[in-house]
Nanobody, 123 residues
Framework: QVQLVESGGGLVQTGGSLRLSCAAS????????IGWFRQAPGKEREGVSC????????YYADSVKGRFTISRDNAKNTVYLQMNSLKPEDTAVYYC????????????????WGQGTQVTVSS
């Protein structure tokens, strides 16, 4: 019953921007951990940006600090990832994930995942 549906991916040139959306159903975003992850070909899935369930604090991977921003709209039950100044190394499938009482940003901490959306940045 818990479902996460990502959208907003696509093909963009280096330096461009995209905003990813994750619509949640079966639960509300209040007081849960939620985050964005990505997996590039031949690489492990990694945490990009997460919001802690404990205090709402945010985490960003070093590779995206200053370029990406995570936010949520509790009324719409949607979480967003604004991606600016995109680089070819940002190319990956991006996933949103959630779980109760999650405070970190490691893939193994999360049990509920979306299907992913492809982001491709051309050089």
């Amino acid at each position: 019953q818990v479902q996460l549906v990502e959208s907003g991916g696509g093909l963009v040139q280096t330096g461009g921007s995209l905003r990813l959306s994750c619509a949640a159903s079966g639960f509300f975003l209040d007081n849960i951990g939620i985050g964005w992850f990505r997996q590039a070909p031949g690489k492990e899935r990694e945490g990009v940006s997460c919001i802690s369930s404990s205090d709402g604090s945010t985490y960003y991977a070093d590779s995206v600090k200053g370029r990406f921003t995570i936010s949520r709209d509790n009324a719409k039950n949607t979480v967003y990832l604004q991606m600016n100044s995109l680089k070819p190394e940002d190319t990956a499938v991006y996933y949103c994930a959630t779980d109760l009482r999650v405070t970190g940003c490691h893939p193994w901490e999360y049990d509920y995942w979306g299907q992913g959306t492809q982001v491709t940045v051309s050089s």
